[in-house]
C-alpha cells in the first residue's frame, strides 16, 4: 500500500473516531480499547472484571477476533454483554467496525465499554476507536523487552497490565526490566502487575477502572 492511500486511511478512521468519542462523552460511557498479544489474556482480564465488578457498574464489551464468537461467549458465561465483531481475517478493529458493533449494544445506562481487540501489538494501535485509554497488555510468558519492540504501544496506552504474574518463577521475565523500559518511553504509564489466575494485583485493576469511569461521568455532567 502506497503511503498516502494509508494516510487518508487513517485520516477517515480518525474522523469515526472523533463522532465516536463524541457519543461516548455524552452518555458518559467510559472505553477501554485492549491491545495485547494472542493469549495474553485480555479474554480472561474481562472475565474476572464481570464476574467482580458485574454488581458495581453497567459494562459491555466488543470482542474483535478474525473469526469465531467464542470471546463473546465466554464472557457471556461470565455474566457479561458482548457484541462479536468478526473482522474476516483482517488484524485490528477501526471506528467503523466499533460504530457497527454498537447497533448490537444498549447504551443506555452503560457505564463501561471495554473493546478487545484483535490479538497483534502493531496496527491495533494506529487505528482510533474513539477510546479514552488504550491497555497495553502482556503476560510474563512473553518477552520482557516487548516494550522496546513496539514502543508505539507503550508510547499510547495509560496503563500497561502485566499478566501471569503467578508465572514468574518459571519464566525468565523481569517485571523490573519491562516497567524500567516502558516508563522510558511514557513517564505517565500506569503498570499494573495482575494474576487472573489467582487473583492477585487485581484490586489495582479495579480500582484503575473506577477512577476511568468516575473521571468521564464528571466530565459528562458538567457538559450537561
Ligand atoms: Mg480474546
Ligand atoms: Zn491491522
Redesign the pocket.
Given at each position: 500500500m502506497e503511503k498516502p492511500v494509508v494516510r487518508s486511511l487513517l485520516e477517515a478512521n480518525d474522523a469515526g473516531a472523533a463522532e465516536l468519542r463524541a457519543l461516548f462523552a455524552e452518555r458518559g460511557i467510559a472505553v477501554l480499547n485492549f491491545i495485547g498479544s494472542p493469549g495474553a489474556g485480555k479474554t480472561a482480564l474481562l472475565e474476572k472484571t464481570f464476574r467482580d465488578l458485574g454488581g458495581e457498574f453497567s459494562m459491555a464489551v466488543i470482542e474483535g477476533d478474525p473469526q469465531t464468537d467464542n470471546d463473546a461467549r465466554r464472557i457471556a458465561a461470565a455474566g457479561g454483554r458482548a457484541v462479536q465483531v468478526n473482522t474476516g481475517g483482517?488484524?485490528?478493529l477501526d471506528a467503523a467496525l466499533v460504530r457497527r458493533a454498537l447497533g448490537g449494544l444498549d447504551l443506555k445506562g452503560l457505564d463501561l465499554l471495554f473493546i478487545e481487540n484483535?490479538g497483534?501489538l502493531?496496527?491495533?494501535v494506529e487505528f482510533d476507536c474513539g477510546e479514552d485509554c488504550k491497555v497495553a497488555l502482556l503476560s510474563v510468558t512473553e518477552g520482557d523487552d516487548k516494550p522496546e519492540k513496539y514502543p508505539l504501544l507503550f508510547n499510547l496506552a495509560s496503563v500497561m497490565v502485566l499478566n501471569k504474574i503467578d508465572l514468574l518463577p518459571h519464566v525468565d521475565f523481569s517485571l523490573e526490566r519491562a516497567e524500567r523500559f516502558a516508563r522510558r518511553l511514557n513517564g505517565e504509564l500506569a503498570v499494573l502487575p495482575l494474576s487472573c489466575r489467582n487473583g492477585e494485583g487485581l484490586d489495582g485493576w479495579y480500582d484503575f477502572l473506577r477512577r476511568v469511569r468516575a473521571k468521564k461521568a464528571e466530565r459528562a455532567a458538567v457538559g450537561r
Amino acid at each position: 500500500m502506497e503511503k498516502p492511500v494509508v494516510r487518508s486511511l487513517l485520516e477517515a478512521n480518525d474522523a469515526g473516531a472523533a463522532e465516536l468519542r463524541a457519543l461516548f462523552a455524552e452518555r458518559g460511557i467510559a472505553v477501554l480499547n485492549f491491545i495485547g498479544s494472542p493469549g495474553a489474556g485480555k479474554t480472561a482480564l474481562l472475565e474476572k472484571t464481570f464476574r467482580d465488578l458485574g454488581g458495581e457498574f453497567s459494562m459491555a464489551v466488543i470482542e474483535g477476533d478474525p473469526q469465531t464468537d467464542n470471546d463473546a461467549r465466554r464472557i457471556a458465561a461470565a455474566g457479561g454483554r458482548a457484541v462479536q465483531v468478526n473482522t474476516g481475517g483482517g488484524c485490528h478493529l477501526d471506528a467503523a467496525l466499533v460504530r457497527r458493533a454498537l447497533g448490537g449494544l444498549d447504551l443506555k445506562g452503560l457505564d463501561l465499554l471495554f473493546i478487545e481487540n484483535v490479538g497483534n501489538l502493531v496496527c491495533p494501535v494506529e487505528f482510533d476507536c474513539g477510546e479514552d485509554c488504550k491497555v497495553a497488555l502482556l503476560s510474563v510468558t512473553e518477552g520482557d523487552d516487548k516494550p522496546e519492540k513496539y514502543p508505539l504501544l507503550f508510547n499510547l496506552a495509560s496503563v500497561m497490565v502485566l499478566n501471569k504474574i503467578d508465572l514468574l518463577p518459571h519464566v525468565d521475565f523481569s517485571l523490573e526490566r519491562a516497567e524500567r523500559f516502558a516508563r522510558r518511553l511514557n513517564g505517565e504509564l500506569a503498570v499494573l502487575p495482575l494474576s487472573c489466575r489467582n487473583g492477585e494485583g487485581l484490586d489495582g485493576w479495579y480500582d484503575f477502572l473506577r477512577r476511568v469511569r468516575a473521571k468521564k461521568a464528571e466530565r459528562a455532567a458538567v457538559g450537561r
